[in-house]
């Protein structure tokens, strides 16, 4: 008798549930719509492209159109399997979806186009040789990348603490005093100055110093810094201030002197906000190319003492590209491209590193949140 009460009551269950999934399309149902809006499209637009180079297929094309078909199906499909509340809910997570996608079309394109011209010349060869004594095919990037890696490392240093301890000072020091307002505003006057002003200004500051004409990986660094610090204090300063004031009034009231407050409760509390902000300032000054041009100079060979003065011209990837793309070599110019798309890949990727570096750091530094 319980047996058949059992059988009964999940019979029961089945029905209910069935009677609350009904009209409704199988999970799932919705990307694999849109995954084959896509495939549908891709075939289309790589039967349009004639030429066979992959350089030239449009995918920023196959995006919308997909997109366009993704609508149209899902529009369709849900009409029919279910009721209109549920089409038009559809149709408008897939209107949002669209808007989306056409945001990302550039960063789509850009990202396509780099990296199918830029694997002709990713290679060994490209990451151990320089450019000294090559006229023609061959040569590579590594003195661009050290000089990228030092400069920038350098400018992060020092960058890094100044603008830190600035946005420290601005939320737990010096909130409403002159200075603080002073502070503020000089920092969001130096936020848009123009990276060749930068330049300018190291370069005029060494000319004093040392002479007219010097040229050092230290001046490139010094030149990132004026456009580091100001996205690293407004960044890190709005970490801090979203920091609960019950955190800090807790640790006063154990007896915990401000400075330790600080460095105990405050900074690891906000420590994935400020790493992301120093690696948008990373990110800010790393495709610089104008500035370096003017401070750090252009050479062929490998530099890698950012502080000497004679033959201290240090090369960068974005001056690198630039050269590339500017001045071929008359001989034979495609080999100048490919280095140069090679060289704006290489770029992309290091900053790619450096951000999963970071959101590495943040994870493993942020304060462990443990249930009860």
């Known amino acids: 008798m319980s047996g058949t009460t059992t059988m009964a009551s999940s019979e029961q269950q089945a029905a209910q549930s069935r009677a609350i999934t009904a009209g409704h399309l199988p999970r799932g149902t919705a990307w694999f719509v849109l995954a084959g809006a896509f495939l549908v499209s891709a075939v289309v637009f790589a039967f349009a492209n004639t030429s066979g180079d992959l350089a030239r297929f449009n995918i920023a094309g196959t995006l919308f159109v997909g997109m366009l078909l993704y609508l149209l199906a899902i529009a369709v499909i849900s009409s029919i399997a279910e009721s209109r509340r549920h089409a038009m809910d559809r149709i408008m997570t897939g209107l949002i979806s669209t808007a989306f996608v056409l945001a990302c079309l550039p960063l789509a394109s850009l990202l396509w186009t780099v990296v199918v011209e830029g694997a002709e010349r990713f290679d060994i060869t490209f ?31 020092i960058s890094v603490p100044i603008g830190l301890m600035t946005s420290i000072y601005l939320v737990e020091y010096g909130e409403g005093k002159k200075l603080a307002k002073a502070i503020t505003f000089f920092v969001d006057v ?31 660094a010094l030149a990132l810094c004026v456009l580091m610090i100001p996205v690293v204090v407004r960044g890190s300063e709005e970490m801090l201030r979203i920091v609960p004031n019950e955190l800090r009034e807790a640790s006063y009231a154990l007896g915990v002197p401000k400075w330790l407050t600080i460095v105990k409760v405050v900074l690891p509390t906000s420590i994935a906000g400020i790493t992301t902000s120093v690696m948008l300032s990373i990110a800010r000054v790393i495709g610089e190319t104008a500035p370096l041009l003017l401070t750090a100079g252009f050479t062929n060979n490998l530099q890698l003492n950012a502080f000497e003065q004679s033959n201290g011209q240090m090369m960068t990837l974005p001056v690198y590209v630039y050269n590339q793309f500017m001045f071929p070599n008359a001989a034979d110019p495609d080999s100048s491209v490919a280095r140069a798309w090679a060289g704006a890949l290489t770029l992309i990727l290091i900053v790619m590193v450096l951000n999963i570096l970071a959101r590495l750091i943040a994870k493993i530094f942020a304060p462990k949140m443990t249930g009860r």
């Open 127 to 157: 990451f151990t040789y320089s450019m000294r004594n090559i006229v023609g095919e061959g040569g590579g990037a590594v003195h661009a990348i050290w000089g990228t890696l030092i400069i920038t490392a350098l400018a992060t240093v």
């Open 190 to 220: 130096m936020t848009g100055i123009p990276s060749i002003v930068a330049g300018l200004f190291i370069y005029a500051v060494f000319a004093l110093l040392v002479g007219p004409g010097v040229r050092m990986g230290i001046m490139g």
